[in-house]
């Protein structure tokens, strides 16, 4: 199983950014998607995922009707369409997987990706 998210970098506030994860090595469409961030000095936080068979998407709060979170699984691919950018999202974000069926906020995460850095900054 490997992960890769990419498409990090630096934006303005109100800015767009799309993060992709190419998965390989398993079925995407068996696993649940995760998408999670490390801000400097905080904690790892999810902050959408993507369900696995229906594609149900959860959003936290945080990023509720700015993120997107969408599914190409003939391609291997999950996408983070974030619209709207703000200072408090910049972090380290990253693409895991894990087998569970319903909700997929939370850890913890079976394999994970190395992580592709997002700076929003003016």
């Known amino acids: 199983v490997q992960l890769q998210a990419s498409g990090g970098g630096l934006v303005q506030p109100g800015g767009s950014l799309r993060l992709s994860c190419a998965a390989s090595g398993f079925p995407l469409d068996s696993y649940a998607i995760g998408w999670f961030r490390q801000a400097p000095g905080k904690g790892r936080e999810g902050v959408a995922c993507?369900?696995?068979?229906?594609?149900?998407?959860y959003y936290s709060d945080s990023v509720r009707g700015r993120f997107t979170v969408s599914r190409d699984n003939a391609r291997g691919m999950v996408y983070l369409q974030m619209n709207s950018l703000k200072p408090e999202d910049t972090a380290i974000y990253y693409c895991?997987?894990?087998?569970?069926?319903?909700?997929?906020?939370?850890?913890?995460?079976?394999?994970w990706g190395q992580g592709t850095l997002v700076t929003v900054s003016s």
């Open positions: 895991a997987s894990d087998p569970r069926l319903g909700p997929c906020l939370r850890e913890p995460y079976d394999y």
């Open positions: 993507i369900s696995k068979s229906d594609g149900t998407t």
